[in-house]
C-alpha cells in the first residue's frame, strides 16, 4: 500500500492506494482539481464541501456523457457488425451471378443454333420445292 500526496484547491491531502497506482492518482486528483478551480473563478471559494461536492456532480456529469457517447457509439457499432457483407452471402451471390451469365450464353448459343436450323431448314424447304417444280414439269 502506497501513500499520495495530491493538492486539491490549495490544499495538500494524503491518499492511500495500491503499488504502482501513485500517478494514475495524481492525474486523477489534477483533473478534479481542475474542476474545483473552475468553479471557484466562477462562484468563489463558498467552502471545501460545497466546492467538492460541485465538482464531483460537475465529474459525474462528464462521464453520464461519456457513458451516453459509448452506449450510441456502441448500437451504432452493433448496427454496422450486422450490416456488414456476410461473406458467405457474398460467395453465393458471384455463384448466382456467374450461373446467370452461363445461362446468358446458352440462351444465346441456343438463339443462334435456332436460327441456323431455321435457315437450313428454309434453304432444304426451297431445294424441295425445286425439286417438286421440276418433277411436276417433267
Known amino acids: ?11 495538500q491531502y494524503g ?15 489534477r ?22 461536492l460541485m465538482a464531483a456532480l460537475l465529474l459525474a ?4 456523457e461519456l457513458k451516453l457517447k459509448l452506449d450510441a457509439t456502441e448500437a451504432e457499432l452493433a448496427r454496422l457488425r450486422d450490416n456488414r457483407p456476410n461473406p458467405a452471402h457474398i460467395e453465393i451471390e458471384a455463384r448466382a451471378n ?4 452461363d445461362a446468358k450464353n446458352i440462351e444465346n448459343d441456343a438463339a443462334i443454333a435456332i436460327e ?10 426451297t431445294r424441295v ?3 417438286a417444280t421440276k418433277l411436276a414439269g417433267a
Not at 491518499?15 to 486528483?29: K, N, S, T
Not at 456467374?98 to 451469365?101: G, I, K, S, T
Open 31 to 52: 483533473h478534479f482539481d481542475n474542476h474545483v478551480k473552475t468553479l471557484v473563478q466562477s462562484v468563489g471559494q463558498i467552502g471545501e464541501q460545497r466546492l467538492f
Open 15 to 29: 491518499v492511500g492506494c495500491e503499488d504502482g497506482q501513485e500517478d494514475h492518482i495524481g492525474r486523477l486528483a
Open 116 to 125: 441456323n436450323a431455321a435457315n437450313y431448314f428454309a434453304d432444304a424447304a
Open 129 to 131: 420445292g425445286a425439286i
Open 1 to 11: 500500500m502506497s501513500n499520495v500526496q495530491i493538492d486539491i484547491n490549495g490544499r
Open 61 to 64: 456529469d462528464e462521464t453520464h
Open 98 to 101: 456467374q450461373n446467370l451469365a
